[in-house]
């Protein structure tokens, strides 16, 4: 069935500076904010690996290290630990193969389609995954692992998307739907940057998710400013399509907008909800809160 070439490689881009949610971004970067007890980078890290992917590729900048740090062995943290008899089980999703991790830098802020075009060397020749991590995408199986499913039925292109309210869909990039393929997935015809609300082709937007052909680098090499004087990977996927397969798959899950921060506390309330360990406590919380 899987006549197509594997996705091994997953680009990141945490070059951004989180102003959003400064001064809570101003030493640490954003990425690591955590979500209960996980940073939000390694949600979507433990997301693409469960979709396979073996080669984490970090789009980073000044003042970022502490992102590949994470995922280093914390050599006298693992000795005190052991020698006091600690659970290490918890550091696991923070170990990397060795040689698996790999950062480029984005000297300047350009757009996420400049900070996906500095990655190039890397990605090489290979179709490859993009995860924003900003958006924490909640589901079983998760996102990436649903869009892998679906790239090895149909190869090509392909778009993670949800739904929203019409009003919204300027913050996004959006998608023209074609033809349904299934259920959760369809066709693209066309892909337009934070259209106004009355342009847009429908109010499907892109969550955050992708799975390209390695041509979309090509492209990105002479893509002009788009949306916000930014160079947008969108338009180049848009240039794309007609020339390579496009489809959207339709995320079977939840997710929320960790970049926003009623979408932060959303996120960690429904994750907190959700665990076994403390879910209930918290539970109870927040209905005396409510009750104030
Ligand atoms: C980026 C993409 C956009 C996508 C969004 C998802 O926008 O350009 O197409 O819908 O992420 O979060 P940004 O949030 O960086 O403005």
Not at 207 to 216: A, D, F, H, N, T
Request: proline share 7%; glycine share 10%; with cysteine.
């Amino acid at each position: 069935m899987n006549q197509h070439k594997p996705i091994k490689k997953a680009v990141f881009p945490v070059a951004g500076l989180g102003t959003r949610f400064l001064p809570a971004t101003k030493a640490i970067p954003k990425e690591l904010l955590p979500i209960v007890d996980r940073p939000l980078i390694q949600y979507a890290v433990d997301e693409a690996r469960e979709a396979g992917i073996e080669q984490i590729i970090f789009v980073t900048g000044r003042g970022k290290t502490a992102i590949v740090e994470h995922f280093d062995v914390a050599y006298e943290l693992e000795a005190t630990m052991k020698e006091r008899g600690k659970d290490m089980s918890v550091l696991d999703p923070t170990r990397a193969t060795p040689g698996d991790i790999i950062t480029v830098r984005q000297q300047v802020p350009l757009g996420l389609g400049h900070a996906i075009w500095c990655a190039r060397a890397i990605v090489g020749d290979e179709p490859f995954a993009i995860l924003l991590p900003d958006e924490l995408m909640v589901g079983e199986p998760g996102c990436m692992k649903q869009m892998v499913d679906a790239y090895n039925e149909v190869g090509g292109n392909l778009v993670s998307v949800l739904e929203v309210p019409q009003e919204d869909v300027s913050s996004y990039g959006v998608i023209a739907p074609g033809a349904s393929i299934s259920d959760t997935l369809t066709e693209v015809t066309g892909l337009v940057e934070k259209p106004p609300v009355a342009e847009a082709p429908s109010n499907k937007i892109i969550s955050g998710r992708y799975i390209l052909q390695p041509e979309v680098m090509r492209t990105l090499e002479n893509q002009g400013k788009g949306a916000g004087g930014e160079i947008q990977l969108t338009d180049a996927m848009a240039r794309m399509i007609g020339n390579q397969p496009f489809h959207a798959v339709t995320f079977a899950g939840n997710r929320y907008d960790c970049g926003s921060k009623t979408g932060f506390v959303e996120a960690t309330l429904a994750l907190a909800l959700q665990r076994e360990d403390m879910g209930e406590e918290v539970r109870a919380i927040a209905e005396r809160l409510l009750a104030q």
